[in-house]
């Protein structure tokens, strides 16, 4: 495919402007090509200006079957035709069933409540903890991302000038994502690397720690995985210096396992929260854990209640999609992980037969059907790990290159591709090829 040009969608940014600040509704979508996508189906997108796209963004993760799958979609109109109702009053007609299904298909989830974003359930998450343990202070990752409130909006993608060198066994400075967070309300959340024990266990001898809230894998800086031993090592300091564990599965949950990733990794967190793949991109969040936390909702003492409220809460269309899509995961005909897991392995063999051709170090670091490019010689261990020695310039041009040879990878550096189970071993011959092109090139 030859340059593409994308003349409408900046029009559209251009027009939008004049009424939403920065011209895009949630300002981590905004990019440079800044694309207007109108319609996908399956793996394939097209944009406003007519191009397609194998697509291996789906909103951040969250299409894992593809996009408007059409079971989904199926079970989405049926609430249409049945007239369903969002009352704001009593239980909705699906909510039970979804529970239900969601705690059977998830072991270490007793009780669950139905939030309509990621965001609001971690939210909801730290707020039992507080309530649990009667401690205010909140460990949370440098290079994890646990949505946008108070407490979890800082130290994402942080420059050295803001956070230090990297300090074994330390604190991070709180690297804020948004003006407008009291300091009083900062100084209650603590920063460590991802995979260092020893942060934590000095975070917690000097505060009153409610909760460690952690992505099992950090997902927002492309793919670094536990070390072993490193979740076990948190569950037992957990237990033992009594803070509660919670993982945040809002990207890592459906995407790897039915039972979510801690399924795989064998490490049951005290309480978790979902998003995104739970139904297949339709807006749903879940918060899940043990019961005798969970019922903090329902405590008889009003002082150590917890609030939990939404309008649009277990909304019918996105309830059903969230039914029919745990239920097609879990389906012995379509085996959605086995396939997935064959394109995966089909995709990093591929990569790492082109990309020494480029004569730089490299590492396709991958989990199931989420991978990421790091230009770096091996598997990185943590955020300063990532900002030491991969090189962000080279990756900002492999995927702007690529995006002109009509495969979309978001384009800003360490960001994760996802495959979904609409990809096919085609798409990801086509994808190699298109990548070997752009190799040549760069």
């Known amino acids: 495919m030859s340059m593409l040009e994308n003349e409408k969608s900046s029009a559209i940014l251009r027009e939008n402007s004049k009424w939403i600040p ?41 299409s894992f079957l593809g996009h408007n799958d059409p079971d989904i979609n199926a079970a989405v109109l049926k609430t249409l035709q049945e007239q369903q109702v969002l009352m704001g009053a009593g239980p909705t007609l699906l909510e039970g069933e979804f529970a239900e299904l969601f705690c059977s298909s998830v072991p270490n ?21 507080r309530a649990v343990t009667g401690k205010d202070h909140v460990i949370v990752m440098q290079g994890g991302y646990n949505g946008w409130h108070n407490d979890v909006a ?26 407008g967070i009291p300091k009083n309300h900062s ?17 917690v001898t000097k505060h009153e720690v409610a909760c460690v809230l952690l992505e099992p894998i950090l997902q927002n800086v492309g793919i670094v995985k536990p070390l072993s031993g490193y979740l076990e090592g948190l569950r037992k300091m957990a237990d033992d210096l ?33 998003g995104k793949a739970v139904a297949n991109g339709y807006p749903l969040g879940v918060i899940a854990g043990k019961k005798e936390y969970m019922d903090y909702f329902v405590h008889p003492d009003k002082e150590k209640r917890v609030m939990i409220a939404g309008t649009f809460n277990a909304f019918p269309l996105t309830t059903a999609a969230a039914i ?31 990309f020494p051709k480029l004569g730089v170090p490299f ?32 990756d900002l041009q492999y995927r702007k290159k690529l995006i002109q040879e009509g495969v979309f990878n978001f384009p800003a550096a360490i960001k994760q591709g996802s495959i979904s189970f609409a990809h096919t071993a085609d798409d990801i011959n086509r994808t190699l090829e298109a990548t070997e092109r752009v190799i040549k090139n760069l």
């Open 22 to 62: 920065g011209g895009v509704v949630s300002l981590n979508r905004k990019s440079d090509p800044n694309i207007c996508f109108v319609k996908g189906s399956g793996s394939k997108v097209t944009d406003i200006d007519g191009n397609s796209y194998i697509d291996y963004q789906a909103g951040f993760a969250a």
């Open 109 to 129: 989830a007793a009780s669950i409540q139905i939030t309509t974003t990621g965001s609001e359930a971690t939210y909801h998450a730290i707020r039992i903890a």
């Open 154 to 179: 800082c130290n994402v993608i942080s420059q050295k000038e803001n956070v230090g060198p990297m300090r074994i066994g330390e604190e991070y400075p709180f690297d804020s994502l948004s003006a």
């Open 187 to 203: 100084d209650l959340v603590h920063v460590v690397n991802f995979n260092d024990l020893e942060g934590i266990r000095n975070v």
């Open 242 to 274: 009594g803070f509660l564990l919670i993982f945040d599965e809002v990207k890592t949950g459906f995407r790897h396992a039915l039972g979510g990733y801690q399924s795989l990794c064998g490490v049951e967190p005290d309480l978790s929260t979902f």
């Open 324 to 354: 029919a899509t745990l239920q097609k995961l879990g389906s012995a005909e379509h085996q959605v992980y086995a396939h997935v897991e064959r394109l995966g392995e089909l995709l990093e063999a591929g990569y790492n037969e082109i």
């Open 363 to 394: 590492y396709v670091a991958r989990q199931g059907s989420a991978f990421c490019i790091y230009f770096m010689d091996h598997a990185p261990v943590n955020f300063h790990d990532i900002l030491d020695n991969h090189n962000f310039e080279l």
